[in-house]
Structures are given as C-alpha cells and as structure tokens.
C-alpha cells in the first residue's frame, strides 16, 4: 500500500532530515514508525500526505506516484497530524461535512459515519459548536472522525494518542484495528512504545533520518523488550 | 520587572510587525526561555518559512507610506494655515490637528484592542510565564501605544512644524509640543479600547459572535464617517463661523482646549491638566483592566456553546462548492478580516443609494467633491472603482490558511481550485457591489448608452484586477506565523500593496479624465483587461507551482 523509496530530504539550509529511507507498508499493516525527537518522522510523514516535496527518491500509495497523481493519492489516504490546528471558525459538524464534500462521501453514508464515530467519541453534542471552543482532546477526536469518516485505505497519524484520554485511545485502537482487518494499512509515529509493542505488527526505527531496523515486531523486538531494544539501537548507532 | 516588560515588549513588537526571527541574530526563543519557559508553543518547529524578500518589501512599503501620509499632513496644514493666519486663526491648526490624530487614533485601535490587549493566541503562554499580570498589561498596553504614537507623529510633527513657520512661537513653544505629543494618544487609546471591549462584550453574548461583531463596528464606523463629514463641512466653512469650530470641537473633546491652550499660548495650568487627565486616566484605566484581566478577557473571548446537537440531514455539495464555502465562512467569521477587506463594498452601495435618493449633487456636496458638472458622469466609473480596489480579500487569503494549512494540503483537490475559491470571495463580493451600485446610478443620473456601459465596465475591469493582483501578491509573500489575523489581513504587505496601488491606479486617472476626457477611462479599462488575463495566466501557472511548493 505505502512504498518510500531511498527517500532523501534536505531543508534550505542543509539539514538532511530524512536520508536515503526505504520502507514497505503492507495492505492490512499497522507499522509503528518509532525515532527521537527530530529523528525525521515528522518529514517522512509529511512527504508521505503531500504536505512536503523532496528531492530524491520515491513515495508510492497503492502504486500510484505521490508526486505525479497527488490528488489520487489523496483520495485513498487520511492523515491526523500532531497538533489538530483545524479551521477554528467552522463548527464540527461544518468540518466533517466540509470533508465529506471533499471526499464526495455519499450522503447517507456520511452521516451514518459521522453518527457512528461522533457517537464512539462522545463528542456529538459538541459537533454544533464552533471549533475554537473545543479543549485540544476534542479537537483531537474531530481530527480523528475526519480522518475515519472516509474510509481511508493508507492512514497516515502523527503521534494520535496524544492529547486522547484513555478511553479515547482505547477506541481509536479498536477502530485502528477494523480499519486493518477491512484492507487497508495504518502508518504512525508514537513516542509510545508499549502501544507500538501492542498494537502494531511491524516497526521501523529512524535516527537522524536514516533507517535503523525495519520488520514485523518479532523479528526486530525479539525476546526483548522494544523499549530496550529501542534505546539499545539508539544510544549506540552513532 | 523592567527586563522582563522589555522581552515581552520585544516578543510582540516582533510578531505584531510580521517579523520571523532571524537566524543568524539573537532568536525569540531564547528570550522567552529566559523568561522561564522553553520549548514553547510560539516555537517554530515546522513552521513554514515566509517569502525571503516579505520583510525588506514590508519596510519599504511602510516607509512610502509614510512619506505619503507626510506629505499629504502638510500639504492639508499649509492650505489651511493659509486661510487661517490672516483671519487671525492660526491656532485653529493644532487644535484641529490634534482633533484629528485622536480620531485616527480611535478609528485604529477599536478593532485592536481584541487581538492586542485581550484574545491574542498565546494568551495561555504567556499567562503561564513567571510575570506578573501587570507586567503583561503593561506590554500589552505599549504596544498599543506605540502603535497610536506612529500615528501622532505623522500628523503632529509635519502640520505643527507648518504652525511654527506661520504662528513663530517662542522657544518654550517646542518642548511644551514634544510632551503634549508623547502624551496625546493616551486617552483616545482608553476610549477606543473601551469601545472595542463594549462590542466585543455585546457581540459575546450573540450565538453568531463574528456577525454581531462585524455589524457593531460598521455602526460604529459609519458614525464615525458621518462625524468627520460634518467636521470636514465645518472645517470648509471656518472662515465664517471662526472662533466657534473650536467650541464645537471642545465641547466633543475637552483635551484639545487644553492641549491648544498649553502649546500655543504656554498655559502652565491647561498644560498640568492635560498632562495630568492624560497619565491619570491612562494609569487608572490600565490599572482597572490589570486587576480585572483574566476576568474581562475571558468574558469577551468566551465562545457560547450550546452542546445540544442531534444529527440530521446534511448538505451535500461538489468539491468545488465545498472549498468556496470554506473561503467564504473565513470571510465571514473574522471581523477584522469583513471590515478591512470589505469595506469598499459597504461603502460603494452606501454611495450609489445616496446618490439615488439624495441626487449626486448632495452626496458629493457631502464628502466635499463638487463641482463637477457634466464630467460627472465620465469621472464616475474611475470614481466608483476606488471603493472597488479597496475590498481585497484574496490578499490575505493564503496567509490565512495559517497553522491549518495542512488540511488543504492533504485534501484531494486540485490546486487550482483552491485558487478559485479564494478568487470567486472576492469577485463575488465586489461584482455584486458593481453591478448594484452601477444599476442605481445609471438610473439616478441617466448618462448616455456609452457612459451606462463604462458605469459597469470599468469597475468590473479593476475588481478582476485587484482580485488577481491580491492573489499573486499572497501567493509570493505569505505568512502562516501569525497571531492575530489583523496581522495579515491589515499591515500585510500584499495587502498594503494592493491598496496603494489600487489608490494610485484610481486616482491618477480621475484625474486625467477631468482634464482630458472620458477616453483615459477607456484606455484604462482596456490595459486592466490586457493585465488581467496576463496575471489570471500568471496565477494558474506558476501560482499553482508557488502554492505547490509551500511545506506546512
């Protein structure tokens, strides 16, 4: 579903943030992209949604070019970024609707989705109100009910728990899930690494943008621990 | 306390100007970080850098300006000390003058002082830093003072330095002058300020908050302009009614009888009282609000939320409905953004229905351009189109796509729809302006087929213009690092531009058809086209590439 390959990223300036990364998301994965701080997670993920251009390499989503069909591309794939900065002057609902419009979601089916998903995160009744009066969760949640009301077959999500309260989390995991289990493949960074260990079925681990290690959860994680596995490979690749 | 009002000054002065921090000098964020704080939310981890040459084009554009405003204050002082000094009158000048920097200084500050003092986006930030309430009060309230200084000096200094070379007043004339000058935007700061949180506070109270806004303040300026029309025709007639245009201007605003008395003739005691009814209604009021500040500023910031919503029917409409809509409700939900990019378009039906009911010789008897006879209907179609190139959304329009840039970013819509949708705002609001306020004057005046014509095309030709021209301007020299939109909507430099062209490229041929005849308005009209479909062709072509490029 997802191929990056030899992906290399150099901002003005000089600083590579992303060098010569390489890697397969399968349809039905949920692959954990795991790295430090300004690791180049943030970029790869933002060359993968269409928000960044790069210079080498190649991104591909279900075969087609990022850079030569992005609206294509676009159409099959939702993203959550890190911080939900949504259009503060719409009410929720104008937002989802806004993406239904965009993702020529069918009627009926938009809101039996919006009714489902508003309803699993207990935001429904706030969908009439303005975004700017939402707590930075909630904003969240409508981040992610945008993202799922489209039925994406690529899911791109930056660091999607944060923000979440428990039981928010819990259900985006489920939902995570069911979204695999129908096809289609989930791409997340986290700083989590016990819900990577839990939830995902391989991981890749970056550091100063290039690949460490990359494969199921097995084979990386091993009989350890991916915390310690995690803090092995990058405390000692200098 | 000092250094810490100084970093906080230095932080917003920096962000207010639409300034980046530079690389290669000392960053914002180390002086934030001094504060106490790193790391912060104002961080520019991801922010998109705006275009290189913004801040050298931004300050030379300010310098024109200014300039302008210069030489304009002193054309005005020396026409009007040549009608006043041999009446005797001399000293009408600063008393008038000063009258009118504290209406500039009202004008400017209403819609400030939600932005400034109170709703500014790193509230929680700095609210959360280790200073004192008043410390923030204190920077908040200089930059505003700052703001209004500007203001005073540019009309103060030039039309007092005409004043000197007329009335040649005794050496103790100059500093009494600098003093008054520092302190005469204090109490018309308090008053706007007053006014912007009595609208903000009523507008709060309203489910739809930004309409409420929006019409409140366009009430207050339309007062406002009746106002200064009947000063102007007072100000017109002086030389009959001499002494008591300062009576009329007293008994409105007290301070410049003081401020009058104590410059020219050097009355210590009106001097004191100025002094002292400035600074001490400035300090109580600053004051007042520090006490009350968290208070007042949730009051007026507060969003009304009903949280009753139950699913229904939803409206469905195509991708490019969808993304006009989205351009549209960001017109509409920002006052700021309505009342300086929209009021050419208030302004424009305003006059075409005076115009109607009234009779053209009234209304421009009104706003002191009479006098055209027959050449009225040839100077019109220039005429009208000066309120036209004063409403200019799309200038703002991609800086305003801000943080939230990367929504359409990742959406599955072309490029150039998203162009149009900011085009359509903007040639929709100023097309139905034209074509209602054309229609309403060709029936008020009756001109000939041709001029009725040129009443539409004329207009309709710079509304294309200034549409294209405020797109291609954002496209080069956006700026998603704002924290209030006034930001970019007001002191951009796209936006600036366009409105200063958009002047220069009115009024200069105004004034060729008075001397040459209507044929300028034709050659005009045809150049806007010809520059038209070269900037339409510009914009879907490498605007599209310039919009592509743009990370988030």
Same mark, same amino acid.
């Given at each position: 579903?997802?191929?990056?390959?030899?992906?290399?990223?150099?901002? *003005?300036?000089? $600083?590579?943030?992303?060098d010569?990364?390489? %890697? !397969?998301?399968?349809? =039905?994965? @949920?692959?954990?992209?795991?790295?430090?701080?300004?690791a180049? *997670?943030?970029? $790869?993920?933002?060359?993968?949604?269409?928000? %960044? !251009?790069?210079?080498? =390499?190649? @991104?591909?989503?279900?075969g087609?070019s990022?850079q030569?069909?992005?609206?294509?591309?676009?159409?099959?794939?939702?993203?959550?970024? !890190?911080?939900?900065?949504?259009?503060?002057?719409?009410?929720g609902?104008?937002?989802?609707?806004?993406?239904?419009?965009?993702?020529?979601?069918?009627?009926?089916?938009?809101?039996?989705?919006?009714?489902?998903?508003?309803?699993?995160?207990?935001?429904?009744?706030?969908?009439g109100?303005?975004i700017?009066?939402?707590?930075?969760g909630?904003?969240q949640?409508?981040?992610?009910?945008?993202?799922?009301i489209?039925?994406?077959?690529?899911?791109?999500?930056?660091?999607p728990f944060?923000?979440?309260?428990?039981?928010a989390?819990?259900?985006?995991?489920g939902?995570?899930r069911?979204?695999?289990?129908?096809?289609?493949?989930?791409?997340?960074?986290?700083?989590?690494?016990?819900?990577a260990?839990?939830?995902?079925?391989?991981v890749?681990?970056?550091?100063?943008?290039?690949?460490?290690?990359s494969?199921?959860?097995?084979?990386?994680?091993?009989?350890?621990?991916?915390?310690?596995?995690?803090?092995?490979?990058?405390?000692?690749?200098? | 306390?000092?250094?810490?009002?100084?970093?906080?000054?230095?932080?917003?002065l920096?962000?207010?100007?639409?300034?980046?921090?530079?690389?290669?000098?000392?960053s914002?964020?180390?002086?934030?970080?001094?504060?106490?704080?790193s790391?912060?939310?104002?961080?520019?981890?991801?922010?998109?850098?705006?275009?290189?040459?913004?801040n050298?084009?931004?300050?030379?554009?300010?310098?024109f300006?200014?300039?302008?405003?210069?030489?304009l204050?002193?054309?005005?002082?020396?026409?009007?000390?040549?009608?006043?000094?041999?009446?005797?009158?001399?000293?009408?000048?600063?008393?008038?003058?000063m009258?009118?920097?504290?209406?500039t200084?009202?004008?400017?500050?209403?819609?400030?002082?939600?932005?400034?003092?109170?709703?500014?986006?790193?509230?929680?930030?700095v609210?959360s830093?280790?200073v004192?309430?008043?410390?923030?009060?204190?920077?908040?309230?200089?930059?505003?003072?700052?703001?209004?200084?500007?203001?005073?000096?540019?009309?103060?200094?030039?039309?007092?330095i005409?004043?000197a070379?007329?009335?040649?007043?005794?050496?103790g004339?100059?500093?009494?002058?600098?003093?008054c000058?520092?302190?005469?935007?204090?109490v018309?700061?308090?008053?706007?300020?007053?006014?912007g949180?009595?609208?903000?506070?009523?507008?709060?109270?309203f489910?739809?908050?930004?309409?409420?806004?929006?019409?409140?303040?366009v009430i207050?300026l339309?007062?406002?302009?009746?106002?200064?029309?009947?000063?102007?025709?007072i100000?017109?007639?002086?030389?009959?009614i001499?002494?008591?245009?300062?009576?009329?201007?007293s008994r409105v605003?007290?301070?410049?009888t003081?401020y009058?008395?104590?410059?020219?003739?050097?009355?210590?005691?009106?001097?004191?009282?100025?002094?002292?009814v400035?600074?001490?209604?400035?300090?109580?009021?600053?004051?007042?609000?520090?006490?009350?500040?968290?208070h007042?500023?949730?009051?007026?910031?507060?969003?009304r939320?009903?949280?009753?919503?139950?699913?229904?029917?939803?409206?469905?409409?195509?991708k490019?409905?969808?993304?006009?809509?989205?351009?549209?409700?960001?017109?509409?939900?920002?006052?700021v953004?309505?009342?300086?990019?929209?009021?050419g378009?208030?302004?424009?039906?305003?006059f075409?229905v005076?115009?109607?009911?009234?009779?053209?010789?009234?209304?421009?008897?009104?706003?002191g351009?009479?006098?055209?006879?027959?050449?009225?209907?040839?100077?019109?179609?220039?005429?009208?189109?000066?309120?036209?190139?004063?409403?200019?959304p799309?200038?703002?329009?991609?800086?305003?796509?801000?943080?939230?840039?990367?929504?359409?970013k990742?959406?599955?819509v072309?490029?150039k729809?998203?162009?149009?949708?900011k085009?359509?705002?903007?040639?929709?609001?100023?097309?139905?302006?034209?074509?209602?306020?054309?229609t309403?004057?060709?029936?008020?005046?009756?001109?000939?087929?041709?001029?009725?014509?040129?009443?539409?095309?004329t207009?309709?030709?710079?509304?294309v213009?200034t549409?294209l021209?405020g797109?291609?301007?954002?496209?080069?020299?956006?700026?998603?690092?704002?924290?209030?939109?006034?930001?970019?909507v007001?002191?951009s430099?796209?936006?600036?531009t366009v409105?200063?062209?958009?002047?220069?490229?009115?009024?200069?041929?105004?004034?060729?058809?008075?001397?040459?005849?209507?044929?300028?308005?034709?050659?005009?009209?045809?150049?806007?086209?010809?520059?038209?479909?070269?900037?339409?062709?510009?914009?879907?072509?490498?605007?599209?590439?310039?919009?592509?490029?743009?990370?988030?």
């Amino acid at each position: 579903m997802l191929k990056i390959k030899n992906l290399s990223k150099t901002y *003005k300036g000089g $600083t590579k943030a992303v060098d010569n990364l390489s %890697l !397969d998301v399968a349809n =039905g994965d @949920i692959f954990a992209f795991i790295g430090h701080n300004g690791a180049g *997670k943030t970029t $790869t993920i933002k060359a993968v949604v269409g928000i %960044l !251009d790069f210079e080498e =390499g190649s @991104i591909e989503i279900d075969g087609m070019s990022i850079q030569e069909k992005p609206v294509e591309c676009k159409q099959i794939t939702a993203y959550i970024p !890190d911080n939900p900065d949504l259009y503060e002057h719409m009410t929720g609902i104008q937002y989802l609707n806004f993406v239904g419009d965009i993702f020529s979601i069918e009627k009926a089916e938009r809101e039996a989705s919006i009714g489902k998903y508003a309803d699993a995160f207990e935001i429904t009744r706030n969908l009439g109100d303005q975004i700017s009066s939402y707590s930075h969760g909630m904003k969240q949640k409508l981040a992610v009910i945008s993202a799922l009301i489209h039925k994406p077959r690529l899911l791109v999500l930056d660091e999607p728990f944060v923000g979440l309260d428990p039981k928010a989390s819990h259900i985006l995991k489920g939902f995570m899930r069911d979204l695999c289990n129908g096809g289609s493949a989930i791409f997340f960074s986290t700083h989590i690494l016990e819900v990577a260990e839990k939830l995902c079925d391989k991981v890749a681990i970056i550091k100063e943008g290039r690949l460490l290690v990359s494969g199921t959860m097995e084979e990386v994680r091993g009989n350890s621990s991916l915390e310690d596995v995690f803090l092995e490979l990058t405390d000692h690749e200098k | 306390m000092k250094n810490k009002l100084w970093l906080l000054l230095k932080v917003q002065l920096r962000s207010t100007l639409g300034r980046r921090p530079d690389s290669k000098k000392k960053s914002v964020r180390p002086a934030l970080g001094s504060l106490g704080r790193s790391g912060s939310p104002l961080s520019q981890k991801n922010a998109p850098a705006a275009s290189g040459s913004g801040n050298a084009g931004y300050t030379v554009l300010m310098v024109f300006v200014a300039i302008m405003m210069v030489f304009l204050v002193v054309f005005f002082s020396m026409t009007m000390a040549d009608s006043l000094a041999p009446l005797g009158l001399i000293d009408l000048l600063p008393a008038l003058m000063m009258a009118a920097s504290c209406v500039t200084v009202l004008i400017t500050t209403i819609y400030k002082t939600n932005g400034i003092l109170f709703g500014f986006r790193d509230y929680d930030l700095v609210m959360s830093l280790p200073v004192k309430t008043s410390t923030v009060i204190a920077s908040r309230v200089m930059i505003l003072y700052l703001y209004n200084m500007l203001f005073c000096l540019v009309i103060l200094v030039p039309s007092t330095i005409v004043y000197a070379m007329y009335a040649t007043p005794p050496a103790g004339f100059y500093p009494v002058f600098v003093i008054c000058l520092l302190l005469v935007p204090l109490v018309p700061v308090i008053i706007a300020t007053a006014i912007g949180m009595l609208i903000a506070w009523i507008a709060s109270h309203f489910k739809r908050k930004s309409g409420a806004n929006i019409i409140f303040t366009v009430i207050a300026l339309l007062l406002w302009m009746y106002l200064c029309m009947n000063m102007s025709n007072i100000a017109v007639n002086f030389a009959n009614i001499g002494e008591t245009l300062m009576q009329v201007i007293s008994r409105v605003y007290p301070l410049v009888t003081w401020y009058t008395a104590a410059v020219c003739t050097l009355d210590m005691a009106s001097f004191a009282l100025f002094a002292a009814v400035s600074v001490g209604a400035f300090l109580l009021f600053t004051a007042v609000i520090a006490k009350n500040f968290k208070h007042i500023n949730n009051s007026l910031t507060a969003d009304r939320t009903s949280s009753d919503f139950q699913m229904s029917s939803l409206k469905q409409s195509s991708k490019k409905a969808a993304l006009f809509g989205r351009e549209w409700r960001r017109f509409i939900s920002t006052p700021v953004y309505v009342l300086n990019s929209g009021i050419g378009v208030i302004l424009i039906l305003i006059f075409a229905v005076l115009i109607l009911v009234a009779g053209a010789g009234t209304v421009l008897n009104l706003i002191g351009m009479s006098g055209f006879g027959n050449t009225l209907t040839d100077i019109l179609p220039v005429g009208l189109s000066f309120f036209i190139v004063m409403t200019c959304p799309s200038a703002a329009s991609v800086s305003l796509e801000g943080k939230s840039f990367w929504i359409i970013k990742t959406m599955p819509v072309q490029t150039k729809d998203v162009l149009m949708a900011k085009l359509k705002v903007n040639l929709y609001l100023t097309i139905f302006a034209v074509l209602i306020s054309s229609t309403l004057i060709n029936i008020a005046l009756q001109p000939t087929p041709l001029q009725a014509v040129m009443m539409y095309a004329t207009p309709l030709a710079y509304s294309v213009f200034t549409s294209l021209f405020g797109l291609r301007l954002n496209l080069s020299n956006y700026n998603f690092d704002w924290n209030t939109e006034m930001q970019v909507v007001k002191q951009s430099m796209p936006v600036m531009t366009v409105i200063l062209t958009g002047m220069a490229i009115t009024i200069v041929p105004a004034i060729l058809v008075l001397t040459l005849g209507p044929m300028v308005s034709y050659i005009v009209t045809a150049a806007l086209a010809v520059l038209c479909v070269l900037l339409y062709s510009n914009i879907f072509t490498k605007g599209i590439r310039d919009f592509d490029a743009i990370g988030a």
